[in-house]
């Protein structure tokens, strides 16, 4: 896949150079160049997707722990004073 990326580079380089030259023509040089940045970059989207969900994943873990100790002392407050059995006054009411 190494060869795709640096395909990618020398595309988004050197293809809108030449269409310009070539062609004259604006819009088709940032079709080119928008190609050749998107070969680029799926060709290391692994690597990237590697590196950036690492720390989301530890932090993600640890959000998570921190939910479940707060909906634990939450049903255990709960169970204390009685109120884990009742009904709101408002829906006995409908």
Not at 37 to 53: C, D, G, H, R
Request: net charge positive; hydrophobic share 55%.
């Amino acid at each position: 896949m190494i060869w795709l990326f640096w395909l990618g580079i020398v595309f988004t380089l050197v293809a809108p150079i030449v269409i310009g030259v070539a062609y004259g023509d604006q819009t088709t040089n940032w079709i080119a160049a928008l190609c050749g940045a998107f070969v680029t970059f799926m060709a290391k989207i692994e690597s990237i997707a590697e590196l950036s969900l690492g720390p989301v994943k530890a932090r993600m873990k640890e959000k998570m722990e921190e939910a479940a100790a707060a909906v634990f002392l939450r049903a255990e407050a709960a169970v204390h004073h009685g109120v884990a059995g009742r009904q709101p006054f408002c829906s006995r009411v409908f």
